[in-house]
């Protein structure tokens, strides 16, 4: 069964303060590892898709990469409107997407 | 608007009613997505229908879900016989193929079970 885990479950960053989110995950023969971002009260959004090892994709102040066990999504010099939960999801066999739990991420000014 | 409209917003309803829950996607994607969400957690799938047909329906949590699609359009999720545990937002999605992980989001049904 595909298995996708997120750390860390919360992160509380001063504005400008990076950081990097893992997300971790189990699977028969990856098909693509994707970023969202959901907002309070919204659906999630999509970032990237990642498809294999070493891959980097950027946009804004995030910054996603691939290894063949994990993944990052790294947050640069991050203002107040970056705080939201950033969702890792996997796909393998099938089209479902399998997700993580999420990491909760407030930028305070 | 463009983006996927999903109805009731908000949905409260008593412990062994039923419920239906709507989804309307983008126009001409061909694959629609319901996923689950509960208070603090990741995304749950349940669902997914590629045209009219439903390749994956492993994630349906008992015979008391049940979910169809016509036109290639319109989905509903029907909850049979609620209870308490059924209470989460319910999320769809669709997109323009079914081997794209970019799924578009609408902004979910809350239910709540009394």
């Known amino acids: 069964e595909d298995q996708v885990t997120q750390s860390p479950e919360a992160l509380r960053l001063q504005e400008g303060e990076s950081s990097s989110l893992n997300c971790s995950y189990t699977v028969s023969g990856l098909r693509g590892l994707f970023w969202y971002r959901q907002d309070p009260g919204k659906g999630p959004e999509f970032l990237f898709t990642?498809?294999?090892a070493g891959e980097e994709k950027e946009k804004e102040r995030l910054k996603a990469t691939l290894t063949k066990k994990e993944s990052f999504l790294h947050i640069t010099a991050p203002k107040p409107e970056d705080s939201a939960t950033y969702l890792c999801a996997v796909r393998a066999a099938g089209n479902k997407l399998t997700f993580g739990g999420g990491t909760r991420v407030l930028v305070k000014p | 608007g463009a983006g996927v409209s999903q109805s009731p917003s908000n949905k409260v309803t008593e412990k062994g009613k039923d419920v239906e829950l709507r989804c309307d996607p983008i126009s001409g994607h061909t694959a629609l997505y319901w996923y689950r969400q509960s208070l603090g957690q990741g995304l749950e799938f349940l669902i997914y229908?590629?045209?009219?047909?439903?390749?994956?329906k492993s994630g349906l949590p008992s015979d008391r879900f049940s979910a169809e699609r016509t036109g290639g359009s319109v989905s509903t999720l029907t909850i049979q016989r609620t209870q308490q545990e059924d209470s989460a937002v319910y999320l769809c999605a669709s997109s323009l193929e079914a081997n794209t992980g970019e799924l578009f989001f609408g902004e979910g049904s809350r239910l709540t079970v009394l």
């Open positions: 229908f590629q045209g009219n047909s439903a390749p994956d």
């Open positions: 990642l498809y294999s």
